[in-house]
């Protein structure tokens, strides 16, 4: 649910509203839910024409988040794409209640999903209450929303985990290019 595509973007903090100095292709998505009576998610990355990809799928949220969910985000690099050359990043998101991540929310996963999907906006200070709801999404991806200007070129593997009264996580594969200017 919110997260496919939060992705990403939960990930990288500390952003602005400045020219962006790179460009990113959607490589693979994964998702994994331990109990799917709970949260049932499926996502597929499309391709539409020769350059526009997206994030499209579903995810069926059918239980209410509460202060014991927690959220975390883990990214992984590498220059090459070669399976030992992968290290953590430091810019990922530490272990937290969901429901005190607003703010992030507000400014970089709702921008970026608001025109491809129907997630909620939230009132108030924190993320709660989340509606229960059947969560759709087609063709997203990071094009939009509140993102570093610069990121290093390469492969990124990040990782987006829910724990709490059900486990369940995102994970997606990007290439970042470097733009030239
Ligand atoms: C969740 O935590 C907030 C403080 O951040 C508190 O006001 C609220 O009562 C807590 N809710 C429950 C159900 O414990
Ligand atoms: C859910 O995740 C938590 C924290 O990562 C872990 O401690 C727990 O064992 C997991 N629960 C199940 C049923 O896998």
């Not at 709970?38 to 350059?51: D, S």
């Not at 990043?89 to 400014?107: E, F, H, I, S």
């Amino acid at each position: 649910m919110l997260a496919f595509n939060l992705v990403l973007l939960l990930a990288l903090l500390g952003s602005c509203e400045c020219k962006r100095l790179w460009t990113h292709e959607l490589l693979e998505i994964h998702t994994y839910s331990e109990d799917e009576s709970k949260i049932k998610l499926e996502a597929r990355i499309e391709r539409q024409g020769r350059y526009l990809v997206g994030i499209s799928g579903s995810g069926d949220l059918q239980y209410d988040f509460d202060n014991t969910t927690l959220f975390e985000v883990i990214i992984h690099h590498s220059s090459s794409g070669s399976e030992s050359d992968y290290k953590p990043l430091p810019m990922a998101v530490p272990k937290k209640r969901l429901v005190d991540l607003k703010k992030m929310y507000d400014d970089i996963v709702y921008p970026a999903m608001k025109d491809c999907s129907n997630m909620p906006q939230i009132e108030g200070d924190l993320l709660w209450p989340w509606p229960r709801d059947l969560y759709t999404f087609d063709m997203c991806n990071f094009d939009k929303g509140n993102l570093p200007e610069i990121m290093s070129e390469g492969y990124y593997k990040i990782f987006c985990t829910f724990s709490g009264e059900v486990n369940w996580s995102l994970s997606y594969l990007v290439y970042v290019k470097t733009k030239l200017i």
